[in-house]
């Protein structure tokens, strides 16, 4: 991200969007040092091609808190769509060109332009804190910026669009650290990855592999059996 400029709050103004770390709770401190600290491989063997080529996206990973604790916001993608179809996911999408310049600050307006349009989400409501390194996901083409956000005044979300969304859910952190709740999937091209069965649903692919990294630098991973395995459907 460029064109970045402290305020005095100690917010950085990137473009015309704020990203603050100020007055996050204290659970979130340990995210907000694997802002500041991962490095791109880190996160994924997958990053944008040198060439440039990938559609430019953004992805926001909303973090509230609910009856049960820290928690994350989550949908389930409609099973008519092209890519990604049916799977959960967090909000997200590509760039359109009003979103502006995916070198500064276009991802952080699309990651909140999207999550308006597919859960109702009320923008005003979200502190943007980080933004993670753009990572890469071959199947799509998208090259995804992943933007991390605090839901400090919760709005109500729930579908707007059945053609696009299926269900919107938050899960408990509690849930995802649990061990009961983690496996690997094994898709059928042979490809193995971290998976979460929480809320009645399977989380698995690009989505549960930030998941996962996320709770594994941020010291919250507990030991799980990663011989647990759940095989894909050969449609996914």
């Known amino acids: 991200m460029t064109r970045a400029s402290d305020t005095q709050d100690g917010s950085v103004v990137v473009g015309s969007v704020a990203v603050s770390k100020e007055g996050l709770p204290d659970w979130l401190g340990p995210v907000v040092r694997v802002v500041e600290t991962v490095e791109p491989l880190q996160l994924s063997r997958f990053l944008p091609p ?13 973090f509230g808190e609910g009856e049960r604790g820290p928690e994350l916001l989550l949908m389930e993608r409609a099973s008519s769509l092209r890519s990604h179809a049916g799977q959960p996911s967090f909000p997200g999408g590509a760039l359109d060109p009003e979103d502006g310049d995916p070198q500064a600050d276009g991802p952080l307006r699309a990651a909140l332009r999207e999550a308006e349009e597919e859960t109702g989400l009320d923008p005003s409501g979200v502190q943007l804190f980080g933004v993670l390194p753009k990572l890469y996901i071959p ?6 910026t992943p933007v991390l956000g605090w839901w400090r005044e919760p709005s109500p979300v729930d579908v707007v669009d059945p053609n696009e969304t299926a269900r919107v859910f ?5 849930d995802l650290t ?11 091209s042979g490809h193995q990855g971290p998976a979460f069965l929480v809320e009645s649903a399977l989380v698995w692919g690009f989505t ?13 991973e507990r030991p799980w059996d990663r011989g647990k395995q759940v095989p894909l459907d050969w449609r996914s």
């Not at 199947?139 to 995804?144: A, C, N, P």
């Not at 649990?178 to 059928?188: E, F, K, Q, S």
């Open 50 to 62: 040198k060439s440039g080529a990938g559609r430019q996206s953004a992805v926001l990973i909303l």
């Open 178 to 188: 649990n061990p009961d709740n983690r496996a690997t999937t094994v898709h059928p």
């Open 139 to 144: 199947v799509s083409g998208f090259v995804v």
């Open 170 to 174: 938050t899960v408990p952190v509690a």
């Open 208 to 220: 549960a592999g930030i998941i996962d990294r996320l709770l594994h630098f941020s010291g919250w």
